[in-house]
């Protein structure tokens, strides 16, 4: 079974960069595999930032972006703000009629 | 701009059934695939099921497969979930969505506020 990798938390200092990753447990992403981006904070439900691999959803400021790097999905934030801190989840295309998210990752901002 | 609303979730007892809906506005509806993501308490979100624009192909994950239903019906812009045979671990809060592409179902974009769901005896 394919599972959707994310790093567990992530620590940045207000103004810095944080690049998060969204890999497989066996192979390598592409846009093939629609990576997307949500943020979510408790009690709230998630917010679309980046859909199929670098597009940014409407109203999402520009120091959000996505790629491919190496073999994983990523999401950079560049000049992270206190309300960046949320947790942010990744979610693949696996084809097929499947589609799975990340376990997640935790953005602290201090 | 877009709203989608869910309701019909509440307390039910295992092995029961419930049906959730989800009223769509703000745009066509007829026009975007659909999903139903729920996110159990303290843990992340899970895709449980997908269909397309006009209901002809519907997805589910394993872990609902044969019990749940995902439908909709564009004459009245509203999407449905119906829960048959429920578990304690389907509580959750189930969240419909859209699709951000026109005939597509490929990628959740816009969220509706969820619904919470509790099996419990």
């Known amino acids: 079974q394919t599972v959707v990798t994310q790093e567990p938390s992530f620590s940045v200092s207000p103004g810095g960069t944080v690049t998060l990753t969204c890999g497989l447990t066996?192979?390598?992403?592409?846009?093939?595999?629609?990576p997307s981006w949500y943020q979510q904070t408790p009690g709230q439900p998630p917010r679309t930032l980046i859909y199929?691999?670098?597009n940014r959803s409407s109203g999402v400021p520009d120091r959000f972006s996505g790629s491919i790097l190496g073999s994983k999905a990523a999401l950079t934030i560049t000049g992270a703000q206190a309300d960046d801190e949320s947790y942010y989840y990744c979610?693949?295309?696996?084809?097929?009629?499947?589609?799975?998210f990340g376990g997640g990752t935790k953005v602290t901002v201090l | 701009q877009v709203q989608l609303v869910e309701s019909g979730g509440g307390v039910v007892q295992p092995g029961r059934s419930l049906r959730l809906s989800c009223a769509a506005s703000?745009?066509?509806?007829?026009?975007?695939?659909m999903y139903w993501v729920r996110q159990a308490p303290g843990k992340g979100l899970e895709w449980v099921a997908a269909i397309s624009y006009d209901g002809s192909n519907e997805y589910y994950a394993d872990s609902v497969k044969g019990r749940f239903t995902i439908s909709r019906d564009n004459s009245k812009n509203t999407l449905y979930l119906q829960m048959n045979s429920l578990r304690a671990e389907d509580t959750a809060v189930y969240y419909c969505s859209k699709d951000l592409v026109l005939y597509r179902t490929r990628v959740m974009g816009y969220w509706g506020l969820g619904t919470r769901v509790t099996v419990s005896s």
């Open positions: 979610a693949l295309y696996l084809g097929s009629g499947i589609w799975v």
């Open positions: 066996s192979g390598s992403v592409s846009p093939n595999y629609y």
């Open positions: 703000g745009f066509t509806f007829s026009t975007y695939g």
């Open positions: 199929s691999t670098d």
